[in-house]
């Protein structure tokens, strides 16, 4: 079963800064959407940012100005860069790729990230 690979999550103390690195295989065409998700404990999952076909970006009102997500297609990698950490980013983060053609969900098993006070 095709999976994404995520990488990055860790302890940071708030106002520090992370990089989440997601592992896309070659074996997925046809991508449209890449992104990333969150979920802390008790929440349902949410959308932080994604990268949709042609460039266009769409971030959550939480992580505005705060997170970045980019992608490096030579290196098959999503990155999400987040700075000045905040206690309520605290979750595990996941990566997400929807292709086309058919259309089909790839998602990875999660990284944690803990902002501490």
């Known amino acids: 079963q095709v999976q994404l690979v995520e990488s990055g999550g860790g302890l940071v103390q708030a106002g520090g800064s992370l990089r989440l690195s997601c592992a896309v295989p070659?074996?997925?065409?046809?991508?449209?959407?890449v992104g990333w998700y969150r979920q802390a404990p008790g929440k349902q999952r949410e959308l932080v940012a994604r990268?949709?076909?042609?460039?266009?970006?769409n971030y959550a009102d939480s992580v505005k100005g705060r997170f970045t997500i980019s992608r490096d297609n030579a290196k098959n990698t999503v990155y999400l860069q987040m700075n000045s950490l905040k206690p309520e980013d605290t979750a595990v983060y996941y990566c997400?790729?929807?292709?086309?053609?058919?259309?089909?969900?790839?998602w990875g098993q999660g990284t944690q990230v803990t902002v501490s006070s």
């Open positions: 070659r074996s997925i065409f046809r991508i449209n959407v």
């Open positions: 990268i949709i076909s042609g460039g266009t970006t």
């Open positions: 997400n790729v929807i292709a086309t053609l058919p259309v089909r969900d790839y």
